[in-house]
């Protein structure tokens, strides 16, 4: 068995910010409501046809394989995390191999939402310990804006999500206390209507249907979110998963030297930060400037850490997500 590691890491986001003030514009809202609930202060959009969730996950993955030494040729399975994939099908890690020209290796599609970097990880992380595979690109990609209600009615949930991708290259690490040291993956179905987008899809309401009725009311390709509920389960199962990283690892939360928590909204970040005791340096957020942007804010953030040299060599990562599924999970890294 083998550990394995993050060997390079990229990320890309749109040029267009959009201010909450813009947002105001449009939207019966203000930079003083989501401030104060979000600590958002703007966030990224794809303008026109410039990009879609595929091609900025490949130039964030451009970023990775470069930083990490490794030849495209050399890449030998793609994981590809997102809820905002270009078609229905085929999924994007197809297109990622496609378009970065890589032999015809392995492409999965993880649809596990704002988890969806954590769990991508952790298959990747697999693989990798068997011997299966020796180098394994992992991309978080979301393109938000062109899918939310931009009106009054959908401004709970619009005004959070922007759009972005992250990447990262893993590779084998021989040294047993190097690397990912352990995953942490976690689903409660019960509550997957909660943060939900029910249509386009095969089991209530098929875009067929979305025609046929032709409804200006109907709200049902939209994403749904009860937040307050999300909010509640977010706070105990992120808390929960990050202790149970730990505990497997002999570890306190004293050891974390980084926690990367998926930017769902700074005051779930900020509990986190406080229950556990941590100081500023321990913890990196950087929702303000990106808003959530579901499976890619974790690979965004650990790289912003990183290009701010905030993860040296040896340090305790722990990166812990929980969105839609619910699913919820964490990876305990020594760097
Ligand atoms: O990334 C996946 C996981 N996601 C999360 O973890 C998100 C968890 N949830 C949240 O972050 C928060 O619940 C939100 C930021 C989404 C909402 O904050 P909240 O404090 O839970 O607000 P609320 O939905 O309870 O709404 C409070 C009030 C309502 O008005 P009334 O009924 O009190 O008059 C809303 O209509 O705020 C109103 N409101 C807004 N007002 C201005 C809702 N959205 C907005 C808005 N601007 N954008």
């Excluded at 990224?44 to 990490?68: C, F, H, L, P, Q």
């Excluded at 386009?200 to 109907?218: F, Q, S, T, Y």
Aim: glycine fraction near 10%; include cysteine; hydrophobic fraction near 40%.
């Amino acid at each position: 068995m083998y550990n394995s590691k993050i060997a390079g890491l990229g990320f890309y986001v749109p040029e267009h910010v959009v201010t909450n003030d813009d947002l105001s514009k449009v939207i019966d809202t203000s930079d003083e409501w989501i401030q104060e609930r979000t600590g958002i202060m703007e966030r990224r959009y794809v303008e026109g046809d410039e990009d879609t969730t595929t091609t900025m996950g490949v130039k964030a993955a451009r970023i990775a394989i470069e930083r990490s030494g490794i030849d495209k040729d050399e890449i030998d399975f793609i994981v590809f995390a997102t809820l905002s994939p270009d078609y229905y099908f085929p999924g994007p890690g197809v297109l990622v191999q496609r378009d970065l020209g890589l032999r015809t290796v392995g492409a999965v599609d993880v649809r596990n939402q704002c988890s969806g970097f954590v769990y991508g990880i952790s298959l990747a992380d697999q693989y990798i310990k068997t011997g299966m595979y020796k180098n394994i690109l992992v991309i978080g990609s979301e393109l938000h804006s062109k899918g939310l209600d931009m009106t009054t009615r959908g401004r709970g949930v619009s005004v959070i999500f922007g759009d972005g991708a992250g990447a990262a290259v893993l590779t084998r690490e021989e040294n047993p206390e190097k690397g990912i040291l352990s995953s942490h993956l976690h689903s409660e179905g019960q509550h997957a209507e909660e943060l939900s987008l029910i249509a386009p899809g095969m089991g209530k309401r098929w875009v067929l249907d979305i025609l046929k009725d032709n409804d200006p009311e109907d709200t049902s390709y939209y994403p749904y979110m009860n937040g307050q509920f999300v909010f509640k389960n977010a706070v105990v199962r992120f808390s929960e998963v990050i202790m149970e990283g730990l505990t497997k690892n002999h570890l306190q939360p004293s050891d974390i030297d980084m926690l990367i928590p998926h930017q769902a909204n700074l005051r779930i970040s900020q509990f986190i930060q406080k229950k556990f005791g941590l100081s500023d340096d321990q913890v990196y957020n950087n929702i303000m400037k990106y808003g959530n942007t579901t499976a890619a804010s974790i690979p965004i953030a650990l790289t912003e850490a990183w290009e701010k040299g905030k993860i040296k060599d040896g340090d305790l990562v722990v990166l812990a997500a929980f969105g839609s599924g619910f699913t919820w999970g964490s990876v305990i890294i020594r760097w």
